[in-house]
């Protein structure tokens, strides 16, 4: 059964850091990320990060702030956040593409997700 995994989140201070995880069990895959929702955004998922082979991209408002790495000996793929604000309080959701990229305009098409960790972030 293929799975993903995730840990990490939690209820920290606006300027704090967070660290997530997200370990694919049962396959391996070209493409792993994240999206997240935010509250009230029920169906909006906002790209946040993606990485495959050596192709690392992000989206606009985490540029600079969080950093998404892989290590694939333990088919596992971080997302380092950092300076987090109010406004990346969301649901983040771990993705991944068996053989496509992960397109930040087109998360229907990604056919795996994790179950989700809430990430909290007070001022």
């Known amino acids: 059964q293929v799975q993903l995994v995730e840990s990490g989140g939690g209820l920290v201070q606006a300027g704090d850091s967070l660290r997530l995880s997200c370990a694919a069990l049962?396959?391996?895959?070209?493409?792993m990320g994240w999206f997240r929702q935010a509250p009230g955004k029920e169906h909006e998922y906002e790209f946040v990060?993606?990485?495959?082979?050596?192709?690392?991209y992000y989206g606009d408002s985490v540029k600079g702030r969080f950093t998404i790495a892989r290590d694939n000996a333990k088919n596992t793929v971080y997302l380092q956040m950092n300076r987090l604000s109010p406004e990346d309080t969301a649901i983040y959701y771990c993705?991944?593409?068996?053989?496509?990229?992960?397109?930040?305009?087109?998360?229907?098409?990604?056919?795996?997700w994790g179950q989700g960790t809430q990430v909290t972030v007070s001022s």
């Open positions: 993705v991944a593409r068996p053989w496509a990229a992960i397109s930040p305009l087109s998360p229907s098409d990604i056919e795996y």
């Open positions: 049962g396959r391996t895959f070209n493409a």
């Open positions: 990060a993606a990485i495959a082979r050596d192709n690392i």
